[in-house]
């Protein structure tokens, strides 16, 4: 693994917390468990059915298996998802059918305090992993909106900070408007702070910097949000509108943006809209042999994380030590 997920799981060591891996019935899920647990990284629920777990041939000892379908906890965990979402339409009879689903019960799993957070989606879409959690756990206090980020890792690369640094959104929001945008940046700076463990300096991506360029509705939404991230936090290093050069190359920032504190050395990157994210983050990751570490949600009142269908047994190792590390604080 990289030196920077050895210093994740470093963190993630140093105050461990409780994940679930929702998807124990996938090999790639109890081959990452296995090293999960050999590394000390988290403590671990592994949810599926519990005899196919036990006859993986894994080393798992240490972890809580638990079946959805025949578990202590279905009651209780029907009830409070009853009571939870009877305003919308729930009544008892789908509150049990939906906790024998083991991404629901995942979710309950963290909603009921028996575990911190969760990582699934190497078999599911996007949207069953998230459903749940935004029903049954909702937004953090004080965030409106979910969203995710990226962590990229640069190798050999003076920028960012010694070649870290957090794209966003580049998984989630596919057109955020000036309110979602500022969101956006000031929850990735909260991110960047607790994941990389460095000052965040935010830069709002556009085709113009400083409004070099007539402007277009693209910039101008992204000065507003700029604007708008800058009076949500103050405290915040942000600045905008900065082409990409302009946000982490001292020399351009020098001639285009010498009043900014935040050009030439930015470490936190928002782009417009999820297809200039998409685009730049997969630009990085292949043409600069970068790590990319994502998408990693931001906003759930407790951390649940989305899987790649492709992800390896590794990549599922560092998303859970992300998860753990951002568990450490809700």
Request: hydrophobic fraction near 40%; charged fraction near 25%; include cysteine.
């Amino acid at each position: 693994m990289s030196a920077f997920l050895d210093k994740i799981i470093d963190k993630a060591k140093s105050d461990k917390k409780t994940i679930v891996m929702a998807e124990g019935n996938d090999p790639r899920t109890l081959d990452a468990a296995e090293k999960v647990l050999e590394r000390g990284i988290a403590n671990i629920v592994i949810v599926g059915n519990e005899d196919e777990i036990k006859g993986s041939g894994k080393k798992l000892d240490g972890a809580t298996i638990m079946d959805p379908k025949n578990s202590e906890l279905h009651d209780e965990f029907a009830n409070e998802l009853y009571e939870l979402r009877k305003e919308k339409g729930m009544t008892p009879e789908k509150a049990s059918a939906a906790v024998e689903d083991d991404l629901f019960f995942g979710t309950m799993l963290i909603k009921t305090g028996h575990a911190d957070g969760m990582v699934a989606g190497a078999c599911h879409a996007t949207s069953d992993v998230l459903r749940p959690a935004l029903q049954i756990l909702k937004t953090a206090p004080g965030v409106k909106y979910v969203s995710s980020y990226f962590v990229m890792i640069v190798p050999n690369c003076e920028y960012g900070e010694d070649g870290a640094f957090v794209f966003s959104d580049c998984g989630l929001e596919p057109m955020p408007d000036v309110d979602k945008l500022a969101n956006i940046a000031v929850n990735s700076a909260k991110s960047f702070e607790n994941v990389i463990g460095a000052e965040p300096r935010v830069a709002m991506l556009s085709h113009s910097t400083k409004g070099s360029a007539n402007g277009n509705d693209d910039q101008i939404k992204m000065e507003e949000a700029t604007e708008a991230a800058k009076a949500l936090a103050p405290d915040v290093k942000i600045d905008g509108t900065l082409q990409l050069d302009a946000a982490i190359i001292p020399e351009v920032a020098a001639s285009k943006a010498p009043d900014s504190d935040v050009a030439g050395k930015a470490n936190v990157l928002i782009f417009p809209d999820l297809d200039a994210g998409n685009i730049g983050y997969k630009l990085v990751q292949r043409l600069a042999k970068a790590e990319a570490y994502g998408p990693v949600t931001q906003g759930i009142a407790a951390p649940v994380n989305d899987l790649s269908r492709g992800c390896s047994a590794d990549d599922i190792v560092g998303v859970v030590a992300i998860t753990a590390v951002q568990a450490q604080f809700v």
